[in-house]
């Protein structure tokens, strides 16, 4: 539902927005948090839901989460700002799990159940009872019914029905996971388990009643800014298109610094540094030091990798992500800083809070969070001059942000830098693609194989915190690819000090 502005869209961002408006305030800023709930839902007339409670009830778990807040216990009443004083700080700021199912949310989705709708026509021939291999279908009140407890789930009478009356529902939470991990608690409501997923946020972007969600540092980020901190902004590539059609990165850069950041550099730089190493480290996958080689910068296909197959770790490239190689070159620079990633990704929160990162990264916050602060700040990109004004990166870093383009960029710095070298490439995007060629290439099928990963399907432009369609955002990184000025990184790129 990504690229639509639907109505759990439209709440989500509008507690973003007052949370970042709060966090700017110089006031009771606890009162001001508290007040969210009814700003969301302003009159006794709801306007989502069947009742005012139950939508003041879900705004307010979403303004905890966007404070980095745990949801609220079931069991015993707790205000809205319960722990905010650990929160208001201008530190990164995380309550383990990421992803959360909000239980007031939650609409109980049936999950994997067959049944027959309205549409049957208690047809004569009744395929439907035929082909069933359980005798799960009967006739009853001239139309098919399914028997639940013989049901197998097999799907025949779905594909065998003339007027497609047979359905199978399931929940759109459960279908978006490629690895399985959502469930269901005792009442029926969705629920994570944390010990399967990865964080990839593709259940979040699917729910339809916008019952899950992740948990946001944008509060803590904005009072490092408002604490006088050097705060400086790295943003991902997959950054093009995502504020409006007509917004140009140099429009993007003089809107964060009017929001309070220092600098802003590009990830694609980091992005660079990462396809060179790589070009460099290919006679690992050649030489047969290793018998086919992961990409590191997905942290969701990376934790996959981890989670599910761990005897395969060493084929995961030890090569720093994007992110982090940028953060190490800004840092480098600027030591006193705070480095904010701004990007599409939720798991990007979880790889920054890493005991090896979390002195590179400080905060990571998502486009959308990003467009809450310029809505809470009351940003006018027509007032500030167009143009690119971003020139540290090749069009080869910048195309990471859609499926297929790291390894393309390998690639091209392969050819270029080692002529006649060759290797074979692979590439999956998905959860349950990328399972699949993890599967593979742990039976031996993908050896002498450099592999991508992406979590999310089309790549990072996909990502659950993006605000453009994918197609659009796929059209927009393909443009500045193709108008970059440099199209491959200097061979001795790793010596170059960021500019």
Known sequence: MRGIDTQTKKIREQVFEEVARAAYSTGDVSHELEEIPYKITPSDVPLYRESIWRERAIASERVRLAMGLSLRPLDRPVHITEGFAESNISEKYYEPPLMQVIPSACDMCEDNKIEVSNMCHGCVAHPCMEVCPKEAISMVDGHAFVDQDKCIKCG?????????????????????????????????????????????GQCMASCPFGAIADKSQIFQ?????QHGDEVIAEIAPAFEGQFGADV????????LKECGFKDVHEVALGADIGAVSEAHHVK?????????????????????AKKYFPDIIDSVSQELTPMVA??????????NSKVVFIGPCAAKKLEASRRTVRSDVDFVITFEELNAIFKAK??????????R????????????????????????????YYPG???????????????????????GKKDGCMIEGMGCPGGCVAGVGTILPINKAKLAVAKTVKESTTKLPAKDLLEIELP
């Open 156 to 200: 025949k009478c779905i594909a065998i029905c003339p007027y497609h009356a047979i359905i199978k529902k399931i929940r759109p939470c459960a279908e978006a996971c490629g690895i399985n991990a959502i469930e269901s608690d005792e009442h029926g409501r969705a629920k994570i388990n944390d010990e399967k997923c990865v964080s990839c």
């Open 248 to 255: 140009t990165p140099a429009q993007v850069i003089a809107a």
């Open 378 to 387: 009351n940003i006018d990109f027509s007032k500030y001059d167009k143009g």
């Open 284 to 304: 690992e996958v050649v030489n047969g030091d290793l018998p086919f080689l992961l990409t590191s910068c997905c942290p969701a296909w990376s934790m996959l």
């Open 221 to 225: 980020m904005i009072r490092a800014i």
């Open 326 to 335: 940028t953060a190490r070159s800004i840092k480098k620079k600027y030591p």
């Open 421 to 443: 070298t060759e290797v074979q490439t692979e590439h999956c995007e998905g959860l349950a693609e990328c399972k699949k060629m993890l599967l593979l290439a742990k039976a």
């Open 389 to 416: 004004s971003m020139h540290e990166a090749t069009g080869a870093g910048r195309g990471y942000a859609v499926a297929g383009g790291v390894i393309s960029a390998i690639e091209q710095c392969i050819e270029e």
